[in-house]
Structures are given as C-alpha cells and as structure tokens.
T-cell receptor
Framework: GENVEQHPSTLSVQEGDSAVIKCTYSDSASNYFPWYKQELGKGPQLIIDIRSNVGEKKDQRIAVTLNKTAKHFSLHITETQPEDSAVYFCAASSLSGGYNKLIFGAGTRLAVHP | DTEVTQTPKHLVMGMTNKKSLKCEQHMGHRAMYWYKQKAKKPPELMFVYSYEKLSINESVPSRFSPECPNSSLLNLHLHALQPEDSALYLC???????????????FGPGTRLTVT
C-alpha cells in the first residue's frame, strides 16, 4: 500500500523567511497530493493541492511542486507570518470506488517567530 | 461553502456509556469519512461511506458503529469504549466522480472525545 514520508517534523523560521516541507510517496498510482494546515483545536484545512498532470501550482504565498519521477512533492511558503504557525500534513491518494482514500504524512510543526 | 459541521465539540463518557457523534454537510458530497486523530499524529481513516453505503472499514473494533442515514448525515455510535479510544474524531466529505471534483476532501472541526 501507499506510504508517505514527511520532513522535517519541526520547522522554526523568522517572520518573513520562507519555509519548505518535503514529502515522498511510494505508490506510483497515486495521482492527487493535497496539503492540509491544522491549527490547535481545529480540523485540518485544505490549503492547496496538486494533481499528477501538473508540475507546480501557486496560490499567493503558497506553492506546491511535484516530481512524479522521483515521487516527491513539496510545499513552499514565502514571506511567512505568525499566523502560518500550525501543523502541516501532506497526503497522497488515488480515486477508487467513488471515494478518495488519503494517506497522510506524519506532519510538520511550523513555528513562525515575530 | 465548504463547511462540514460536527456535534458535539467535546464529549466525556464512561466506559459503559452509549453515545453518538454527528456530522453534517450540505455540499452535495456523496462520500463521507470518519477519522481518528491522536495527539501529534496524522488523521487515521476509520470508515468510508460512498452513496450511503459502507465502502471501507479499516478493521475498526465493533464498539464503533457508523451509520449514514442520508446523503448529508453521518453518525458514529459509541459503546463500551476504552480509555485508549480518547482522541479527536474527525468527519470529512468529498464529491464522488460525476458530481464535481472528487478529489478535494473537507474536514469538520472534530469532536474531542475523552473516555473515563
């Protein structure tokens, strides 16, 4: 089955710096790669995603890149702000039987210091 | 609107109690999911319903019993739980193919369950 590894487990940056989180997956059939942000006491929030037919996607300060050959994808946050502090999860999946079974990475705790 | 609602927000129950968690979405999604999340861990899939039919049971103990009464509602019935079942229980939903983008999965805020 699919396995997703995520690094680093913790990341501390100064406000205004960039942050990069990396994930690798094992199943070449996976074709959808979302990123979730989870703040304390809340559910995971979908912040950006990428499908296997695209190499890069950007939404304001957030971007995701995908290398299908190497089976890895990354989240890039530029000009970080204290409100970016949260736990970030990557995931990989492929559609099956009308639903989308996500396999999550272990998570990265991002701290942005003013 | 991408809102999934869950009630209650917090629940404390004894090991002999019976309780239920509720989840609701009005996005027309036909796939609904229950996850369990322990502290500092990623969400762990428990059940998947597709078109109100149970599609996946990830070998969850029978003291957890899911129910999908209609396309907007998902329940999780709890009975004779153990202290190690204390966790955040998350509900999520997504479109099924043909109904919209089937990939994006949206989570509710969760129910924080404590078993005493």
């Amino acid at each position: 089955g699919e396995n997703v590894e995520q690094h680093p487990s913790t990341l501390s940056v100064q406000e205004g710096d960039s942050a990069v989180i990396k994930c690798t997956y094992s199943d070449s059939a996976s074709n959808y790669f979302p990123w979730y942000k989870q703040e304390l006491g809340k559910g995971p929030q979908l912040i950006i995603d990428i499908r296997s037919n695209v190499g890069e996607k950007k939404d304001q300060r957030i971007a995701v890149t995908l290398n299908k050959t190497a089976k890895h994808f990354s989240l890039h946050i530029t000009e970080t702000q204290p409100e970016d502090s949260a736990v970030y999860f990557c995931a990989a999946s492929s559609l099956s039987g009308g639903y989308n079974k996500l396999i999550f990475g272990a998570g990265t705790r991002l701290a942005v210091h003013p | 609107d991408t809102e999934v609602t869950q009630t209650p927000k917090h629940l404390v129950m004894g090991m002999t109690n019976k309780k239920s968690l509720k989840c609701e979405q009005h996005m027309g999604h036909r796939a609904m999911y229950w996850y369990k999340q322990k502290a500092k861990k990623p969400p762990e899939l428990m059940f998947v319903y597709s078109y109100e039919k149970l599609s996946i049971n990830e070998s969850v103990p029978s003291r957890f019993s899911p129910e999908c009464p209609n396309s907007s509602l998902l329940n999780l019935h709890l009975h004779a739980l153990q202290p190690e079942d204390s966790a955040l229980y998350l509900c999520a939903s997504s479109h099924s193919p043909g109904g919209g983008s089937p990939y994006e999965q949206y989570f509710g805020p969760g129910t924080r369950l404590t078993v005493t």
